[in-house]
Structure formats: structure tokens, C-alpha cells
């Protein structure tokens, strides 16, 4: 909704990926899937709503849980041309190829893959795209090469000075 507020405050990423954890970690517990992370040392700070961003690694978090059976999810921060980058891989179902234009739109779900899952409204990522975005930032999805998916998102360094790019950028 563009009623929505936002409350601007630097961020410490590790204390806001720690947080969102803790506050999932029961469920992975209970399901038995690993969860872990690996943050980058001295990672610089971001400018940014705290509870919007604690929202997106939540709900990524929450889907790599619901579409992972067996294996693990790890989430990892990591400096990379003047963005925090955090990335989010998980062992489950991965995404089809064509739908992976199409996750981050709108009421769109994966087809097929929620036969036994409880039906969403199909909202959680197209959200966090909006929260990201409003960021300054970025969210995608790349195939996990071992099975799964990665899906990352970026911030701008606070006080840094970003340079546009593209998902290849961040590859290097």
C-alpha cells in the first residue's frame, strides 16, 4: 500500500539477519532442516527500515522452509560493489525456469509445486520486492547448482555511493 510507513535508521545487517532467525529458528527445529548462517566480518551498515527488512528475510526464510523437505538453508551477507548482498539458499523444489520472471508479481504462485502446501495469497514476495526496491536495492532468484534455490536481495551502503548494476555485476 503506498499508505504504508517507513522509519528510516541505519542498520547493522548481522543483528537483523540474527533476529529474523531467532525468530524462525523453532520452526526449522521442528521440521529438522539445518538452518545456518555465514555473514561476511565487518560487514558495513545500510540505511533502512528496520521492521520492512526484518519482513523480507522472514518471509524469505519462511518460503525456503516451506519448500524444503530434506537438506538445509543457509543465509549468507556479504559486501559486494557497494551493497550489502544477502542471499538466502535453500535444498528444496527450486523454481521452474518460466516462472521465475513471474514470483516476484502479484497473487503468482508456482504452479504445481503447492499441490500439498496451504494456498497463500501470493503476495509475500511481490512485497518484499516493493521493500526492497524502496530500498534502493534489488531481489532475484538464481538456481542453487547442489538443488533449491538462492534468492538474494541488495542494499545500498549506507553513506556509500552504489553504483547501478546488474545480477552479472554482483557475480564477480
Not at 540505511?47 to 519448500?67: C, E, P, Y
Not at 502446501?117 to 547442489?146: A, F, M, Q, Y
Request: with cysteine; glycine share 8%; net charge negative.
Amino acid at each position: 500500500s503506498s499508505k504504508m510507513q517507513w522509519a528510516q535508521s541505519v542498520i547493522d545487517i548481522p543483528d537483523l539477519i540474527e533476529r529474523a532467525s531467532a525468530a524462525i529458528s523453532s520452526l526449522f527445529e521442528q521440521k529438522r532442516i539445518a538452518f545456518r548462517l555465514n555473514i561476511e566480518d565487518d560487514l558495513p551498515k545500510a540505511i533502512g527500515d528496520r521492521d520492512r527488512l526484518l519482513q523480507v528475510l522472514i518471509n524469505l526464510f519462511s518460503n525456503a522452509l516451506k519448500f524444503t523437505e530434506f537438506g538445509s538453508v543457509v543465509c549468507e551477507a556479504e559486501r559486494t560493489n557497494g551493497f550489502v548482498v544477502i542471499r538466502v539458499t535453500d535444498t528444496g523444489v527450486g523454481v521452474p525456469d518460466d516462472e521465475k520472471l513471474n514470483i516476484f508479481n502479484k497473487f503468482k504462485q508456482i504452479n504445481g509445486v503447492l499441490t500439498d502446501k496451504p494456498k497463500r495469497t501470493g503476495l509475500g514476495l511481490p512485497i518484499c520486492k516493493h521493500i526492497v526496491e524502496r530500498h534502493g536495492g534489488r531481489i532475484w532468484v538464481e538456481d542453487n547448482p547442489s538443488g533449491g534455490s538462492i534468492f538474494c536481495f541488495s542494499l545500498p551502503i549506507a553513506g556509500g555511493a552504489a553504483l547501478p548494476y546488474h545480477q552479472h555485476d554482483l557475480e564477480e
